[in-house]
């Protein structure tokens, strides 16, 4: 997949620097979510000196402006996605292997109903992130548990 960064920073009233445009390439290339430290030693070869601090900022500001996604680990560590997409959609990802999967499935109706139902309220948003372990991974546990016997 390739983008137009600049075309889409712009878009969000983002000024497209170099380091944001670096953060971009290399998250949408990995194609798996990536930490902040993942993504500082890709930055290396054309940012030598950059610190830590300057790549989370980074990050957040791009994650604020909705160019890219925060991942919600169960380890808590902060890791970052980049998703083309812009329709509403959620996000299954893979513990082991890191992988992103678009969901094909949004619970909203259930949601709307359960908390007029429950709560006499309104939603106006709501955010789903499942993990778990991709097939391929299953797999291959489940060869390591065979061959392991
Ligand atoms: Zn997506
Ligand atoms: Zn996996
Ligand atoms: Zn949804």
Do not use: W
Request: glycine share 4%.
């Amino acid at each position: 997949m390739s983008y137009d960064y600049s075309a889409l920073l712009r878009q969000l009233n983002l000024k497209a620097t170099p380091k944001r445009l670096a953060i971009l390439g290399i998250l949408d290339e990995a194609s798996v979510f990536l930490s902040p430290e993942d993504i500082r030693e890709k930055m290396r070869p054309s940012f030598s000196k950059i610190g830590l601090s300057t790549v989370y900022r980074n990050l957040e500001e791009l994650a604020r402006g909705n160019v890219i996604t925060k991942i919600i680990h169960p380890s808590r560590q902060l890791y970052y996605y980049f998703c083309g997409k812009e329709n509403h959609h959620h996000h299954f990802i893979c513990i082991s292997c890191n992988a992103v999967h678009e969901l094909d499935y949004c619970p909203e109706h259930e949601i709307t109903r359960t908390v007029k139902k429950q709560l006499k309220g309104k939603v106006l948003s709501h955010l789903l992130q499942v993990s778990g372990l991709c097939n391929k991974c299953l797999t291959e546990k489940n060869d390591q548990k065979i061959s392991g016997r």
